[in-house]
């Protein structure tokens, strides 16, 4: 089942305020699912928002392994995939490609379920033909979700994407073009993929396996003493308008 595509960080703010979270992997799937969404629902080569959410994410997962896993030896939520990054780069490069006929993206059918391009119920025998539906798009909130956990289920499900289209259309006329696309969009990821598996082979993908696990973590170190009388002496020197923060200034001059 995918989450809800509503979730947003107020939404987030507000469950913790509510205090209606019962773990904390279900906090840091919320907050990933931000991400995921916005990448899910932004799916055009070059936009803008793609790369801001990968920074996002990316700054995010830092943040959560510091301040929450890295004070407990049990792990507390799914890690994403080592590789995410790489596995991220290959969906954007998939977005690239073009239709030579019209110009439009090949991945376009590709994007959402099935049943979101047929009014929102699946086309008739299409279970009977496709025992596991799956798009780029369920892909993707997949992968910033923490569900895939090794580059073979990424690679696989991106496999059973263009593999879907061509069981379903298969010996029908009418499908002659979506199975075009869907072959000349396999063969434009087949090297993208088929190097993802030799990095996940490789010296270099275990080396990044076990940095995932156990990521470099810099210390917070405090502030020198100097440093803050130099900060108090200037907030000494500004006019405080209201009580609040008058008060508030004499508990920290106390804490020095």
């Not at 995410?84 to 959402?112: M, R």
């Amino acid at each position: 089942m995918l989450n809800d595509c509503t979730v947003n960080h107020s939404s987030c703010a507000r469950r913790l305020d509510e205090d209606t979270y019962s773990t904390v992997s279900e906090f840091i799937l919320d907050f990933r699912s931000i991400f995921g969404n916005c990448l899910r629902f932004n799916a055009l080569a070059g936009d803008s928002f793609r790369p801001v959410a990968e920074s996002m994410t990316r700054t995010t997962e830092d943040l959560m392994h510091l301040f929450v896993q890295s004070h407990c030896a049990k792990p507390l939520y799914p890690k994403l995939l080592y590789c995410w990054k790489s596995c991220l780069q290959i969906l954007d490069k998939a977005l690239t490609l073009k239709n030579p006929e019209d110009g439009y993206p090949t991945a376009h059918y590709f994007l959402h379920p099935v049943s979101f391009y047929f009014g929102g119920q699946l086309p008739h025998e299409y279970l009977e033909k496709v025992r596991t539906p799956i798009d780029f798009g369920t892909i993707t909130s997949r992968l910033f979700e923490g569900t895939y956990q090794t580059a073979q289920e990424f690679a696989s499900d991106c496999r059973m994407v263009t593999t879907n289209c061509k069981a379903f259309y298969a010996g029908n006329q009418e499908g002659a073009l979506f199975i075009l696309q869907a072959t000349r969009l396999e063969q434009f990821l087949a090297p993208l993929l088929d190097g993802l598996k030799r990095y996940d082979a490789s010296q270099q993908g275990v080396n990044a396996k076990k940095l995932a696990q156990n990521p470099f973590i810099e210390d917070l170190t405090k502030p020198p003493k100097s440093f803050m009388t130099s900060l108090l002496q200037f907030l000494r020197g500004v006019s405080y308008p209201d009580r609040a923060t008058k008060v508030c200034f004499g508990f920290l001059q106390l804490s020095f």
